[in-house]
């Protein structure tokens, strides 16, 4: 079955540790996205890579870290710069161009204390 | 920037009854495409519907089908024949066409919570 799988679905973090959510696609896309999504609010795009070994910035970044090393793998990194880290984390995958829609993994659910 | 806008953060219908989520968006380009998307309580986001902007016709799914008018940078849902199932948070999404950097990104609306009454 292809598909993308994030692990693990729910974490727990205790406030100043950095912790790294998994992502991984067996869909053979090349880009790569990771999404934020907060109670009443739509998604927020964090990272996106559109080949391996590259990465660009989304909108709210800033707080966050990601690697490409794999077409496979995306890692999202929440540091301990982020402000307020807790929030439901989906990671997508597409085709990099046409009209072609992402796929979602199930998320992660990171809860900060 | 382009914005995508869902005014309506609820709606409810009788089940088998037909409802039709609002999604409009700014935009200054001329090729991009729409989708639509349904957020389950699993929270796994699924494709509803696309819609390519240099297409006319509408796109339909089954019970799904949109209403695009380009001149008006509208976008909405149509659901017929509502079924219990189709509970969900559903967000209307936005991408460019156009080859630049990081055009490939969605961008979401807010969201409308459907609920469907038995």
Request: glycine share 6%.
């Amino acid at each position: 079955d292809g598909g993308i799988t994030q692990s693990p679905k729910y974490l727990f973090r205790k406030e100043g540790q950095n912790v790294t959510l998994s992502c991984e696609q067996n869909l053979n896309h090349d880009a790569m996205y990771w999404y934020r999504q907060d109670p009443g609010q739509g998604l927020r795009l964090i990272y996106y890579s559109q080949i391996v070994n590259d990465f660009q910035k989304g909108d709210i970044a800033e707080g966050y870290s990601v690697s490409r090393e794999k077409k496979e793998s995306f890692p999202l990194t929440v540091t301990s710069a982020q402000k307020n880290p807790t929030a439901f984390y989906l990671c997508a995958s597409s085709i990099f161009l046409g009209p072609y829609e992402q796929y979602f993994g199930p998320g992660t659910r990171l809860t900060v204390t | 920037a382009q914005t995508v806008t869902q005014s309506q953060p609820e709606m409810s219908v009788q089940e088998a009854e037909t409802v039709t989520l609002s999604c409009t968006y700014d935009t200054s380009e001329s090729d991009y495409y729409l989708f639509w998307y349904k957020q389950p309580p699993s929270r796994q986001m699924i494709l509803v519907i696309r819609q390519e902007a240099y297409k006319q016709q509408n796109a339909t799914e089954n019970r799904f089908s949109v209403n695009f008018q380009k001149a008006a940078k509208s976008f909405s849902l149509k659901i017929s024949d509502s079924q219990l199932g189709d509970a969900a948070m559903y967000f209307c999404a936005y991408r460019s066409a156009e080859d630049k950097g990081g055009a490939q990104k969605l961008v979401f609306g807010q969201g409308t919570r459907l609920t469907i009454n038995p």
